[in-house]
């Protein structure tokens, strides 16, 4: 059953495999800037991150529009059939901007994302927490309702962060439970399929999300680059109490030969298997 009455079963979704999801997230050069190449510098170039893609454990790679105009067409120059499924992100925001507080405009139509890119999802960054968190919530409402009529799947980047988080004497920050627990509500009540949220540090962290989601899927956000012991834990964490997977850029494609932790996670993710046996 799909959450909207029109809306196909989004385990039937070609982002989802056996109910769970590895998205490939690769927005990072508009998010953080080339910084996050460094580590890595043939990541700058976007054909070898699609290329990457391609590995059976990918269930889709998100990418800002000029991005995936591109990875349409490097596949159709190249006769590619198996790359992954895309997500078009259509908002993202910058490193260099000087806000009085986080905000992520939008810059692609989820009209263009679907007929002109052929999106199978779309996704969406909300900050709520922000002083911008109005304008932000007004945007996704247009974006959810127009996905809803192209009955593709919504995924929201459900970060909540700004003022109103830095100002509360409830909350200790972004990671906090409580705090992440309430950014995954907020995607179920404003209509996500998949809410994806920064790990909060511990598995009871985790499950107290899963405790208020409804059953909507959810996948940890991948974070900064850890080694592979550390990042499967916590991965398998997640999947052990309910969560559906992951969105991963920087643990992927900042490492040199990343086919062997994505092996890994296809056997976590799709497959439930303890990374200690592996
Ligand atoms: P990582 O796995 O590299 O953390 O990527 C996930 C992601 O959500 C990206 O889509 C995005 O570019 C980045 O994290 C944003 O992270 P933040 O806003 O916390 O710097």
Redesign the pocket.
């Known amino acids: 059953m799909g959450r909207f009455p029109n809306m196909e079963d989004i385990n039937d979704s070609p982002i989802v495999r056996n109910g769970n999801s590895l998205i490939l ?4 050069g ?3 800037g080339p910084v ?1 190449f460094e580590p890595m510098p043939k990541s700058a170039d976007p054909t070898h991150v699609f290329d990457v893609g391609r590995h059976d454990a990918v269930t889709a790679i ?1 990418l800002q529009k000029g991005n995936a105009e591109y990875y349409r067409s490097w596949e159709k120059a190249n006769g590619i059939d198996d790359g992954a499924p895309l997500l078009v ?1 259509l908002n ?1 925001n910058s490193n260099l901007a000087a806000r009085d507080d986080y905000y992520s405009p939008k810059q692609c139509s989820v009209r263009y994302a679907v007929e002109e890119l052929g999106a199978d999802a779309i996704g969406y ?1 909300m900050y709520a927490g922000s002083t911008h968190e109005d304008e932000m919530w007004k945007e996704f409402r247009d974006v959810q309702e127009a996905a809803r009529k192209y009955g593709i799947p919504v995924v929201m ?1 459900s ?1 909540p962060r700004g003022k109103g988080i830095q100002n509360s004497e409830e909350y200790s920050g ?1 990671t906090d439970p409580k705090v992440v627990a309430y950014g995954a509500r907020l995607g179920l009540e404003l209509g996500a399929d998949v809410v ?1 949220c ?1 790990y909060p540090g511990t598995q009871d962290g985790w499950q107290q999300l899963e405790d208020v989601v409804g059953g909507m899927k959810t996948v940890m ?4 680059k850890r080694s592979d012991e550390a990042f499967l834990d916590d991965v398998y964490a997640t999947i052990e109490v309910g969560g559906n997977g992951l ?6 494609f900042q490492r040199e030969n990343p086919e062997g932790l994505l092996d890994k996670l296809e056997a976590v993710i799709f497959e439930g298997e303890n990374p200690e046996e592996l």
């Open positions: 997230a690769y927005d990072h508009t998010e953080h996050d998100a992100k993202g960054t980047w970060y972004q994806k920064k956000s991948g974070g900064s969105a991963v850029g920087r643990n992927i």
